[in-house]
């Protein structure tokens, strides 16, 4: 399984995490213990994480995301969405227990910070790691889909905050990824630029169709782009929601009543709203 983490690729065919990926060309398996499979999408079976001094964070949790399919996680501070999602970008080497995390062969991470190297113009930020004669070429064409054509000479120092995440995503989607994690990506983002790359992330995963984990902390954000929201719980998935809305924004009728179910379920409606949670439509403090 190759992971592009901020460009730099890693492989987690190593430690506790076995890649038996050889199997097919179409996905490699994370095997934790005995079981081991192999899908085009994801597959979480019966996952366990836990650290020191602390009780499980993940409790035998099960997931399964197909292939192009757009999945939303949300859940209470401290409730392992984080945890969740390096499991399965193969950066956590000691996820334990029987169970099994399948994923496709090539997966992209974008983080709250862009983790463009600052010593690195734009298209070489976007290309980095990137093999064959064609990288440069591929990295423009991205870069012109995130909207930043004529700046690949441009030090990320040079771009706002907005256009470094749409370098991070030109750089994730340049590798063509079957898996997109993303963790509150657009959490550091002013209200409107927010609204720009929710709109700029749903056209590129029509065009891409990666399937995607978002993580968020934004219930309108997770039903304007998701195909799914899913509420981490206990160290399990609890509520399990589809979107199906007419149309992608509070003017749908069925939207009001989602957010409320969801909100619900988070525990955050009313008077008991929690301080660690952030009212929808309104910026993550970080
Ligand atoms: N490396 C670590 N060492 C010890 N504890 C950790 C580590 N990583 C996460 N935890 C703990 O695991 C729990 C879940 O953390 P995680 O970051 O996955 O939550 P989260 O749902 O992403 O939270 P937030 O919404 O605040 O980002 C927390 O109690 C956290 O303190």
Request: charged letters at 20%; proline letters at 1%; glycine letters at 14%.
């Given at each position: 399984m190759a992971t592009d983490v901020g460009?730099?690729?890693?492989?987690?065919?190593?430690?506790?995490?076995?890649d038996t990926a050889g199997a097919t060309?179409?996905?490699s398996t994370t095997a934790?213990?005995?079981?081991?499979?192999?899908?085009?999408?994801?597959?979480?079976?019966?996952?366990?994480?836990?650290?020191?001094?602390?009780?499980?964070?993940?409790n035998g949790l099960d997931l399964d995301i197909a292939p192009g399919e757009f999945v939303a996680l949300i859940?209470?501070?401290?409730?392992?969405?984080?945890?969740?999602l390096r499991a399965l970008a193969g950066l956590d080497r000691d996820v334990e227990g029987y169970g099994r995390i399948s994923v496709p062969r090539q997966v992209s991470v974008v983080f709250q910070d862009s983790r463009l190297l600052p010593w690195r113009?734009?298209?070489?930020?976007?290309?980095?790691g990137l093999e064959g004669k064609d990288a440069a070429e591929r990295g423009r064409r991205a870069l012109t889909e995130v909207g930043l054509a004529g700046r690949e000479r441009a030090w990320p120092g040079e771009l706002s905050g907005g256009q470094q995440q749409r370098a991070a995503l030109a750089r994730s989607l340049v590798r063509e990824p079957q898996l997109l994690l993303a963790d509150e990506p657009f959490g550091a983002l002013d209200a409107l630029t927010r609204l720009q790359m929710h709109a700029l992330l749903r056209k590129l995963c029509a065009v891409h169709k990666p399937a995607v984990l978002l993580v968020t902390h934004d219930v309108d954000e997770a039903i304007v782009l998701a195909d799914r929201v899913i509420?981490?719980?206990?160290?399990?998935?609890?509520?399990?929601?589809?979107?199906?809305?007419?149309?992608?924004?509070?003017?749908?009728?069925?939207f009001a009543a989602l957010r409320r179910q969801l909100l619900d379920a988070l525990g955050a409606t009313g008077e008991h709203l929690g301080s660690d949670f952030i009212a929808p439509g309104?910026?993550?403090?970080s």
């Open positions: 460009g730099v690729t890693t492989d987690s065919a190593t430690a506790t995490v076995t060309a179409a996905g934790v213990g005995a079981t081991a499979a192999t899908t085009a999408g994801v597959t979480v079976r019966n996952l366990h994480r836990s650290f020191n001094r602390s009780g499980g964070v993940l859940g209470r501070s401290g409730s392992g969405k984080s945890t969740l113009r734009l298209l070489a930020n976007v290309t980095f509420l981490l719980d206990e160290g399990v998935v609890g509520t399990d929601v589809r979107v199906d809305l007419e149309e992608r924004s509070q003017a749908d009728p069925g309104t910026r993550r403090a």
